[in-house]
Nanobody
Framework: QLQLVESGGGLVQSGGSLRLSCVAS????????VAWFRQAPGGEREGVSC????????SYWIPVRGRATVSRDSAKNTVYLQMTNLVPEDTAVYYC??????????????WGQGTQVTVSS
């Protein structure tokens, strides 16, 4: 079964940090572009980052630039999103997605179920 599973979300105070994980099963995540998205309550889904396959070369969307870092752990078939200096506006459900190709991509075939991040002021 091909799937992505996110974890690592939670409640954090403003200024705090979180590391989100995206674990793949059934396929080699290194062979895929991995993107992070988020969707705030009542809002539209927006991009967070896009990481090239077999690389940690990442493009970051402006709202998180300078506060987000993506890394890969090939042995664990996992991609991480480290977020620092969190603000209440970062509150959202965070999703990872994977697809073949190069960043940025419009459509992704594989999506995780999402992990909730809540930042209190």
């Amino acid at each position: 079964q091909l799937q992505l599973v996110e974890s690592g979300g939670g409640l954090v105070q403003s200024g705090g940090s979180l590391r989100l994980s995206c674990v793949a099963s059934g396929f080699n995540l290194d062979d895929y572009v991995v993107a992070w998205f988020r969707q705030a309550p009542g809002g539209e889904r927006e991009g967070v980052s896009c990481t090239e396959k077999r690389s940690e070369s990442t493009s970051y969307w402006i709202p998180v630039r300078g506060r987000a870092t993506v890394s890969r752990d090939s042995a664990k078939n996992t991609v991480y999103l480290q977020m620092t200096n969190l603000v209440p506006e970062d509150t959202a459900v965070y999703y990872c997605a994977a697809e073949r190709g190069t960043c940025p991509l419009i459509q992704y075939d594989f999506w995780g179920q999402g992990t909730q991040v809540t930042v209190s002021s």
